[in-house]
């Protein structure tokens, strides 16, 4: 942006500020930095709709950035600015190249052990387009701050249980195997053909 | 005695049917064309299955729809002949909100088994549908038109993500000739549009602008003023309120997400173009042009955002 002003000799009572409306022209200009600029980020998780986690677990929530509405690649900054006390994301800059929606940004949750079931947290990452600057232009970008409901709930079944009733299943089929293949045995014993000579005592 | 008897009987059976019919009385007959169509008595029956759809989570296109597909197998115990290929339709359905329709799912390859069918739907999805699970329907007939309607006895359904996006248009914000000292000049290029291209309610929209700095001096950026209305110079006056109190424009403030009037943009179809449905407009003014500053460029190291919170 640019704005001049001429300053004028003299002082003899004139109107200066019409004279200078006259011959001072500022043109203020805003530019915004491309015809369009756009994102999205999307997720399986949000205020309402929590992600749930066992207490002592870890976990990953998936962010997913999208360009779909330019034609120009756009470069998105994040950072971690609620839940901090169990979240943690890579805080960096992130490149969402036009006509992707597949970026994706990993939230990692840790819970703490001692947390009881129903505990609940609010974790909120806030991204920005980085824009261009230069001399005489003022860029406007956009940014999203998403959040999600983190949730913490017992833990499932043990799967450990399943594999027992398996192995159990296995174990009965030897022994079946097992009692067949000796039946089988005893079965041609009990034939076993008796030699002349015996026959003859 | 025999020989006569079976000439009889010759006669009579093989003979002139209306010598026949006239000791019996019956109907003279003559050859004729027929078809019969025979169809089953079962219904079909129907299983929705996707590995990647039933239960999964599918993401929205920012501004676009989504083609969304997934399979059903449709059964028949008379036999997959009696399936009517020609009517497998489906929808996406919650309650409180419109269905998306497919009324010509297409069958895929051959017959799967004796009594069975496979079947593709597709159904575009619009950005703006609403988040959470939306059930899976498909309905289908056998050709003696015994209709399953839909499958109800499974939950077939899948989670649309929740999308937040927004889309900002402008080439350049410009204003009429200003001069030092001048006051409320509004913007002659506004407004900025703003589009709702997710499936978001945005209730909140902030816009963060920073001062303007030259080699010497300084644009305070509360000089600047943003509004959602124009006309008699609105957008000039941060006082301007509605009947109920509600700031209709606001002034910047340096490094400041200031929250924009009425900045609240619902999910919608924003292609109507009329700065309400999914979509706002942004108006811009000057409200001091500093009258003591020396000509020279100013800018800023940090561009302005316009904030979805």
Request: aromatic share 10%; proline share 4%; hydrophobic share 40%.
């Given at each position: ?14 109107n ?25 980020i ?43 006390e ?19 940004v ?96 | ?19 026949r ?8 007959s ?54 009517n290929?020609t ?73 649309y ?71 008699l ?11 109920g ?17 009425a ?47």
């Amino acid at each position: 942006m640019k704005i001049s002003q001429q300053n004028l000799a003299g002082g003899q009572g004139r109107n200066f500020v019409n004279m200078e409306r006259l011959i001072v022209i500022a043109i203020l200009v805003v530019f915004f930095s491309t015809v369009v600029n756009a994102f999205g980020i999307s997720s399986s998780y949000w205020r309402g709709n929590p992600y749930q986690i066992p207490p002592g677990e870890t976990g990953t929530v998936g962010l997913r950035l999208q360009n779909m509405g330019t034609d120009e690649d756009v470069t998105v900054r994040a950072r971690l600015v609620g839940g901090g006390e169990i979240a943690n994301v890579d805080e960096k800059d992130y490149l969402v190249k036009a006509g992707t929606k597949d970026t994706e940004v990993l939230v990692e949750i840790k819970i703490p052990e001692t947390d009881a079931l129903g505990t609940k947290y609010v974790v909120t990452v806030t991204f920005e387009t980085l824009s261009q600057t230069e001399q005489g232009v003022v860029s406007v970008g956009t940014g999203i701050d998403t959040s999600f409901d983190v949730l913490v709930v017992e833990a499932p079944p043990a799967s450990s249980e399943i594999e027992i009733g398996t192995t159990t299943w296995i174990i009965v089929a030897v022994i079946i195997i097992i009692l067949a293949i000796f039946i089988i045995w005893l079965v041609r014993k009990g034939k076993k053909p008796v030699r002349k000579s015996e026959r003859a005592r | 005695m025999i020989t006569v008897l079976v000439m009889f009987f010759l006669i009579f059976y093989f003979g002139n049917f209306n010598l026949r019919n006239a000791i019996t009385g019956r109907l003279s007959s003559r050859e004729t064309n027929a078809s019969i169509s025979v169809v089953g008595v079962s219904p079909v029956t129907i299983t929705v299955f996707n590995g990647t759809l039933t239960g999964a989570t599918v993401d929205p296109t920012e501004d676009s729809n989504v083609s969304i597909v997934f399979y059903a197998v449709i059964s028949d115990n008379d036999g997959a002949a009696d399936i009517n290929t020609t009517f497998v339709r489906a929808n996406f359905s919650r309650t409180g909100e419109a269905a998306y329709h497919n009324n010509s799912c297409s069958q895929i390859g051959a017959n799967l088994n004796t009594t069975s069918k496979n079947f593709s739907c597709t159904i575009n999805m619009p950005y703006f549908a609403s988040p959470l699970p939306w059930n899976v329907r498909v309905m289908a007939t056998d050709l003696g038109n015994k209709t399953f309607f839909y499958n109800w006895n499974d939950n077939s359904t899948f989670t649309y993500a929740q999308l937040q996006a927004i889309q900002i248009s402008h080439t350049a914000l410009t204003w009429p000739s200003v001069a030092p000292g001048d006051i409320n000049q509004s913007s002659n290029n506004d407004p900025t549009i703003i589009n709702n291209t997710g499936n978001y309610n945005i209730t909140n929209l902030t816009f963060q602008g920073f001062n303007l700095y030259g080699a010497t001096s300084f644009i305070n950026v509360a000089n600047i003023t943003i509004s959602n209305s124009t006309g008699l110079s609105v957008e000039c006056n941060p006082s301007n309120r509605t009947a109920g109190g509600t700031n209709v424009t606001v002034s910047l403030v340096n490094g400041t997400n200031v929250q924009i009037p009425a900045g609240f943009i619902l999910r919608n179809d924003h292609t109507s173009n009329n700065n309400e449905t999914g979509q706002e407009a942004l108006y811009y003014c000057i409200t001091t042009v500093p009258s003591n500053i020396p000509s020279e460029t100013y800018s800023t190291t940090k561009g302005w955002v316009i904030k979805l919170i």
